[in-house]
């Protein structure tokens, strides 16, 4: 009967989220879905004056678009709260297991299972009202198996969360549980089951506020949805005493089912696909205005919040010190040393061992990491895994198949250096910074403005202008002008300037430069 009211509780829900929205039951639109990750449309009407100065920020919660192609009320129906990974919205008290697999293909070799716990633990305390009463980290030769452990060590394990007064849910440390394997867990634990998956889509969750993290955790869903649904279905199966086919059409519940979830995923990754071309209609605009864009990446919580407010002067920007603070991608304007303006993009978090097919959900939002000028690798030298999420970082960035001119200029960041004592480095190539109080951001913006200048093609050149010509006044709004030295004897002046190849010789043919 359980699963028979579980079918009957996601049946209405999903029919209501394909039906709603469905292609086949609205009009077709060849509008784009207007999004914010990066709005750079928000700068229209400003003038370039105002962007060079740094009063330009644009992010995903810039104003909405007049017409959407998918309203607020359709998002939220896919966002609805269908409690997939049987988390709820009320608070828990969880014991954590990690299991510590000590050989084969499965062992960890750059961290150790005391520092994976203690990841599991920041995860748990990153959401209100969860808290962690106990751990363990038991050794296993079997995570392949439904119970995970062996008999022996399964058993005293029992035995202890069943003695573990309060406890409301066991959080085993591990990618992806199977359906059958939560099933068996929880029989004979008594309580909720979740795996790294269900917790982190969970933080996700409580964390999306736009429209695109919103339809990214609805896809992200869909395979739990799925392995679910085979379960549950095979379970009321086993029940017996009912049809096998719905009403005589031919379809069994199960198909149903399935068909219904498939109409979902189609029409949350054509919203998606509508987002990936409004986000490359913007890339356009960005590089129509010649704005230089320098994707700031890293693990989560290692301080690029932090690291672009310092830059950019932004007091909007609001720092949190839990992970996954940032899900959607926002792009904040600030100025290098030769007062050219940079668009400097905070990008969502690494995480080790994310499930993969989260990382696949939000690959619409980090594939923009591969259309910047620059990127910047920010690193939590402080952590003790500072080593291990390096390499999960360039892991992904190389699943992402990010161009190797990226990869080669990328700078390489040590963040927080003041809880260091006596910090030293060895490595010319690394800058040492503080992003909190301030340290080696001076040098940070010289290798940013040699990268850039380097990657744009931009060229530093010293200009002769007539002061009774508009040339001055016209270098302002399409280059960055550093100096300007007046020659009052004559009416001219020597501007030095930075200046793209395309704008000098729309320059030099407006005004009949040699």
């Given at each position: 009967?359980a699963?028979l009211?579980t079918?009957?509780?996601?049946?209405p829900?999903?029919?209501?989220s394909?039906?709603a929205i469905?292609p086949?039951?609205r009009?077709?639109?060849?509008?784009?879905?207007?999004?914010r990750?990066f709005?750079?449309?928000?700068a229209?009407g400003r003038?370039?004056?105002?962007v060079?100065k740094?009063?330009?920020?644009a992010s995903?919660?810039e104003?909405?678009?007049?017409?959407?192609?998918?309203d607020?009320?359709e998002v939220?129906e896919l966002?609805?709260?269908q409690?997939?990974?049987?988390v709820?919205q009320?608070?828990?008290?969880l014991f954590?297991?990690h299991?510590d697999v000590?050989?084969g293909?499965?062992?960890q070799?750059?961290?150790t299972?005391?520092?994976?716990l203690?990841?599991?633990?920041?995860?748990v305390n990153?959401?209100?009202n969860?808290t962690?009463?106990?751990?363990?980290?038991l050794?296993t030769k079997t995570?392949?198996k439904?119970r995970?452990?062996g008999k022996?060590?399964?058993?005293s394990?029992?035995?202890?969360?069943?003695?573990?007064?309060g406890?409301t849910?066991?959080?085993?440390?591990?990618e992806?549980l199977?359906?059958?394997?939560?099933k068996?867990?929880?029989?004979?634990w008594?309580?909720s089951?979740?795996?790294?998956?269900?917790?982190?889509?969970?933080i996700?969750r409580?964390?999306a506020?736009?429209k695109?993290?919103?339809?990214?955790?609805s896809l992200?869903e869909?395979?739990?949805?799925?392995?679910r649904l085979?379960?549950d279905v095979?379970?009321?199966?086993q029940?017996?005493?009912r049809s096998?086919y719905?009403g005589?059409?031919g379809?069994?519940l199960?198909?149903?089912?399935?068909?219904?979830?498939r109409e979902r995923?189609?029409?949350?990754?054509?919203?998606l696909e509508?987002?990936?071309?409004?986000?490359?209609l913007?890339r356009s605009?960005?590089k129509h205005?010649?704005f230089?864009?320098?994707?700031v990446?890293?693990?989560t919580?290692c301080?690029k919040?932090t690291l672009?407010?310092?830059?950019?002067?932004d007091?909007?920007l609001q720092?949190?010190?839990?992970?996954?603070?940032?899900?959607?991608?926002?792009?904040?304007a600030?100025?290098?040393?030769?007062?050219?303006?940079?668009l400097?993009?905070d990008t969502?978090?690494?995480?080790?061992q994310?499930?993969h097919?989260?990382?696949?959900s939000?690959s619409?939002t980090l594939?923009d990491i591969k259309?910047?000028?620059l990127?910047?690798?920010?690193r939590?030298?402080s952590?003790?895994e500072t080593?291990n999420?390096?390499?999960?970082?360039l892991?992904?960035?190389?699943n992402?198949?990010i161009?190797e001119?990226?990869?080669?200029?990328?700078?390489?960041?040590h963040n927080?250096?003041?809880l260091?004592?006596?910090?030293?480095f060895m490595?010319p190539?690394v800058?040492p910074?503080s992003?909190?109080?301030?340290r080696g951001?001076?040098?940070l913006k010289?290798a940013?403005e040699?990268?850039?200048?380097?990657?744009?093609g931009?060229?530093?050149?010293?200009?002769r202008?007539d002061?009774?010509s508009?040339?001055?006044?016209?270098?302002y709004?399409?280059?960055?002008v550093?100096d300007?030295e007046v020659?009052?004897?004559d009416?001219?002046?020597i501007?030095?300037?930075v200046?793209?190849t395309?704008?000098?010789?729309r320059y030099?043919?407006?005004?009949?430069?040699?």
């Open positions: 009967m699963a009211r079918i009957q509780r996601w049946l829900a999903l029919q209501r394909c039906t469905c086949l039951h009009p077709t639109t060849a509008r784009f879905l207007p999004v990750p709005v750079l449309s928000a229209r003038n370039t004056d105002e060079s740094g009063r330009y920020t995903t919660e104003e909405e678009e007049e017409e959407d192609f998918i607020d009320s939220e966002f609805q709260q409690d997939i990974a049987e709820g009320g608070q828990h008290r954590i297991v299991p000590k050989w293909s499965r062992k070799h750059l961290t299972a005391e520092l994976m203690a990841e599991a633990v920041g995860l990153t959401l209100d969860w962690v009463v106990d751990s363990i980290i050794s995570p392949e439904k995970i452990f022996g060590n399964f058993q394990l029992t035995e202890k969360i069943r003695q573990t007064a406890i849910a066991v959080f085993v440390n591990v992806r199977s359906p059958l394997s939560v068996e867990l929880k029989e004979a008594g309580v089951v979740f795996d790294r998956y269900s917790v982190v889509l969970h996700f409580r964390n506020q736009t695109e993290a919103k339809l990214q955790i992200a869909i395979p739990l949805l799925r392995s085979r379960n095979a379970n009321l199966d029940q017996g005493g096998k719905i005589g059409s379809e069994t199960l198909e149903v089912q399935q068909r219904l979830l995923e189609l029409k949350i990754r054509s919203a509508k987002l990936r071309r409004k986000r490359h913007l605009q960005r205005k010649e230089p864009v320098v994707s990446l890293g693990y919580n301080g919040t672009i407010k310092s830059l950019t002067g007091s909007g720092p949190k010190n839990q992970l996954f603070a940032t899900l959607d991608v926002t792009v904040h600030g100025q290098l040393p030769n007062h050219m303006t940079v400097y993009v969502i978090g690494f995480l080790s994310l499930p097919q989260l990382i696949d939000f619409a594939e259309h910047s000028d990127l910047v690798h920010v939590d030298i952590h003790p080593v999420q390096k390499v999960n970082v892991n992904v960035l190389k992402l198949q161009p001119r990226l990869m080669g200029s990328m700078i390489e960041v927080k250096i003041d260091i004592d006596n910090y030293q490595d190539h800058l910074i992003a909190l109080d301030g951001l001076d040098e010289m940013v040699a990268e850039i200048i380097a990657s744009t931009k060229h530093i050149l010293d200009l202008v002061l009774s508009p040339q001055l006044s016209w270098l709004k399409e280059a960055t550093q300007v020659d009052a004897n009416g001219s002046a501007v030095k300037v200046i793209s395309a704008a000098y010789g030099k043919k407006l005004f009949s430069v040699k």
